[in-house]
Every structure is written in C-alpha cells, then in structure tokens.
C-alpha cells in the first residue's frame, strides 16, 4: 500500500517521466504530470483518458499556475528541468531561470499545499571530476557546468530552507539509459547504441571518463522507494542513484558484443569534456535497501528491440530524440518565454 495517493510529477512527460508516469497509474497512484510538453504530448497516449491520470501543460516558472496545480497533492517529484549540459548552455538565462530561479517559488508551492513529501531529482554530475575510485554523498561537489552547479545550489536551498513539516530527499541519479516512450538518444549509452544500430560506427568521444550508468526501470524504482519508504528514513536525505560505473570505452565495447555486429567499428576522437565520476551507491541501499537490478547490456537490449519493432522513427534526425536540437527548434519558435 503507498502512503500517498495523489503524486504530482512536474517534467513528468520527458524521458525519465515517461517511464515513471505509467509505473505509478499502474501501481494504483492518481498522477498530475505538470510539464511545458517541450518534447510533445504523445508520451501517454497509451494512458489517453486514464482517471488517474491528469497532464496539466504548466510551466513550473509560473508560481501562481504551479501552486493552484499542487493544491491536494500529497507527494511531489521535481524533475522539470533544462537537462543537460549543451542545452542548458544554448540560452543560459533560459536555463537558470527554470533550473534555478524557479526552484524557490516550486519550494513556496509545496509549503503553500501542505505536500507530505517532496523529491528532488538533482544529478551525480555535482561532483564534477574525481579521481577517487568511488565518489560517496559526503565527499566535496566541485560541479563543472553550470547545469550542475545549479542543481547544487537548488539542493543547498532545500537543505537551507527545509520544507516546514514536509519530508524531502534528494537523488543524484547516474546517467539514465535504456528505452522510454519519450527517448533521449543524448545520453551516453542511448547514442552508443543508436550510432552503432544505424551506422554500424561507435563514435567514441575521449573513452577514459569513468561514467556511472542507471537503467530507466532502475530509476523509476528508485522514485517509487523514494515515494514509500517511511518518512524517517528518507527525510533530509540526499542518495547517490547508480549502479555500474564504466568507461565510455567500456561502454562502447559492450555495446558492440550486445549488438552481435562485429564489423561495428568503434572511432576514437578527442574531447575536451572531461566530466570522469565514478559513484558509490551503498547508503541507499543500505539505509532503505534499494538496489539496482538491471544492467546495462539490458537497456542495450531494450533499445535494439525497440528500433527493430521501429518504436524510434528517425533517430538521428527527430530533434524529439535530442534536446539540444529541440531546444534550438523552440528558441526559433519563441517559444520559451522567459519569466
Ligand atoms: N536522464 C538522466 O540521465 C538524468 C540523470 C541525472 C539527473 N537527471 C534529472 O532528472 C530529471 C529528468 O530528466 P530527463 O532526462 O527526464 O529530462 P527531460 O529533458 O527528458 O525532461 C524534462 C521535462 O521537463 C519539462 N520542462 C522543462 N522546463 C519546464 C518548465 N519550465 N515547466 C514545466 N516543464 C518543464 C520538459 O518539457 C520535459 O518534459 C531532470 O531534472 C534531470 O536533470 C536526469
């Protein structure tokens, strides 16, 4: 039985929402997803007039839209976000209005409805380059980018601030991988695979940054323990959410064996991005035994699936697939007004 019933989700309709979502309705949870849709509402068609759930198009920035939205929630997920690093730096004002700025009103909204428990999904990218073999909650943030310094800066808010009698926690997630109805093929294993599913050439950026890997059923999991472990165990928490921490070398190899394509090739090219973690995931499981389950060749798996069932029209071309090319599509359209 969950403790909560009614669960919004704000960027509930991007990739990791479009997984979590349609876990949550099917578990017996009524879900609001409050999300601008950047990346198109077609996510829950199969959910389409589903009494559990409820899409509201809102964007989070809009303090006054996002607290009439909350009112009778008893549990919020904070995913709404400017998701990675080239997106975040196409129009930086854009970014640090939704990823930051907006954080204090969302943190007013919750306080405002009396929400029970609040989850933030911050990013393991907060430790910025470490050369210690397993990079734990505790050790120094040093993040690099400004998409992750101001995934800190929101983390440090909500330590700050608390939420009055709200319980809250915060995941710093490893980088997700594998098939969702909203897919991102920007994320590292994603791209590996669809590179070499289409071109037969793994295209490999540096190869010697350690990147810590998270499955998309994994992630949700990891939500849905968030969402209903005990209040005393998950309050003022903050968790390292990863499972296995590989090269991106490495990640290219497996993805090679996993495709059973000998004849990919694998490209080396050099790179300036020297983002290199590589997390310790044990607290969380210790402290309320969570563990990953499946691996990556799996979400390799699930993605070949997909593309040959033809689940992923155009993969390189549909800037759905790629936010950064979505964004610029909307920047075009004007349609991200900033607040
Ligand atoms: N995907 C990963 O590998 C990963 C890893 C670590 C942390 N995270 C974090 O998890 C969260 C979800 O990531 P994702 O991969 O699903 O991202 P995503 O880009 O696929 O989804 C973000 C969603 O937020 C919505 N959104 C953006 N700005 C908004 C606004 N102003 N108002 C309302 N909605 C808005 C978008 O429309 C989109 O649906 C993010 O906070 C991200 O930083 C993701």
Not at 40 to 55: A, I, K, Q, S, T
Not at 94 to 114: H, P, T
Not at 287 to 298: D, K, L, M, N, Y
Request: aromatic share 8%; charged share 20%; hydrophobic share 40%.
């Amino acid at each position: 039985m969950t403790p909560f019933s009614r669960v919004a989700v704000t960027g509930g309709a991007g990739y990791v929402g479009s997984a979590l979502v349609p876990a949550l309705v099917e578990a017996g949870y009524d879900v609001t997803v409050l999300d601008c849709f950047f990346y198109g509402d077609h996510v829950f068609d199969g959910l389409r007039g589903h009494p559990c759930l409820h899409p509201v198009r809102l964007d989070i920035r809009d303090e006054r839209a996002l607290t009439a939205a909350l009112q009778g929630m008893e549990a919020v997920v904070h995913l709404a976000c400017i998701s990675n690093d080239p997106s975040f730096e196409l129009d930086p004002r854009l970014g640090k209005s939704i990823n930051y700025d907006a954080f204090a009103g969302v943190l007013r909204a919750v306080r405002a409805n009396s929400v029970k428990r609040f989850i933030y999904a911050s990013s393991s990218s907060v430790y910025g380059v470490k050369d210690q073999p397993d990079v734990r909650e505790e050790d120094a943030c040093e993040p690099l980018t400004d998409y992750s310094r101001y995934k800190w800066l929101c983390e440090q808010q909500l330590r700050d601030e608390g939420l009055g009698s709200c319980e809250w926690v915060i995941l710093r997630p490893a980088t997700v991988c594998g098939w969702a109805p909203r897919l991102r093929l920007d994320l590292t294993v994603n791209l590996l695979t669809i590179h070499a599913l289409v071109n037969r050439v793994i295209t490999v950026f540096g190869g010697t940054q350690l990147r810590p890997n998270l499955h998309i059923h994994d992630m949700v999991a990891a939500y849905r323990a968030m969402l209903e472990a005990p209040g005393d165990l998950v309050h003022g928490q903050t968790w390292n959410v990863g499972y296995q921490n590989r090269s991106v070398m490495e990640l290219a190899e497996l993805v090679r064996r996993q495709l059973g394509d000998p004849a990919a090739r694998i490209e080396v090219r050099p790179t300036d991005d020297v983002r290199s973690y590589h997390i310790n995931a044990d607290r969380i499981r210790q402290a309320v035994g969570f563990a990953p389950r499946w691996t990556i060749e799996e979400a390799v798996q699930g993605l070949c699936e997909a593309y040959r069932d033809g689940k992923i029209p155009n993969p390189l071309t549909d800037p759905r697939y790629h936010n950064l090319n979505m964004m610029q599509q909307l920047l075009q359209q004007e349609e991200l007004f900033v607040g």
